[in-house]
């Protein structure tokens, strides 16, 4: 996180923040959109799939995922950015969908969490 970090002090401080927002809510939208598929019965119509709640939850989740990464790109770079959204996002997203979902949290999640963590950390180091 030094590259991100490194100019700027508290402005900086600012886009990581923005990011890993984004990487909050892009997982909330991902939890709305899987609600928005298993919540409703299997023959339920389209437009019944299309305008439910969770559905038009997770596209404005969405909307304001991009929002906030836009907001840190404006000084940041993608190759940093990228991975630090989405990874962050990634780890939040696994573990809220084992208490929201009750989806398994076995061994392999735990590591490839880590990796991913690990990946992110080395991406945003400066050099």
């Known amino acids: 996180m030094q590259r991100i970090l490194a100019e700027g002090g508290a402005m900086n401080k600012l886009w990581l923040t923005s990011l890993l927002l984004a990487g909050l809510t892009s997982?909330?939208?991902s939890i709305f959109l899987k609600w928005s598929r298993t919540s409703l019965p299997v023959d339920a119509g389209l437009a019944d799939?299309?305008?439910s709640i969770a559905f038009i939850s997770a596209?404005?989740?969405y909307a304001i995922t991009i929002v906030l990464y836009a907001k840190a790109l404006g000084s940041m770079e993608v190759?940093?950015?990228y991975p630090v959204m989405m990874?962050?996002?990634f780890a939040m997203l696994t573990i809220a969908s084992h208490y929201v979902f009750g989806e398994p949290f076995q061994l392999s999640k735990w590591?490839?969490?880590a990796l991913v963590l690990a990946g992110i950390y080395f991406l945003a180091r400066e050099g």
């Open 111 to 113: 590591t490839g969490l």
């Open 79 to 81: 190759s940093a950015a």
């Open 59 to 61: 596209i404005i989740f």
């Open 87 to 89: 990874g962050s996002g």
């Open 27 to 29: 997982s909330i939208s």
């Open 49 to 51: 799939k299309f305008l």
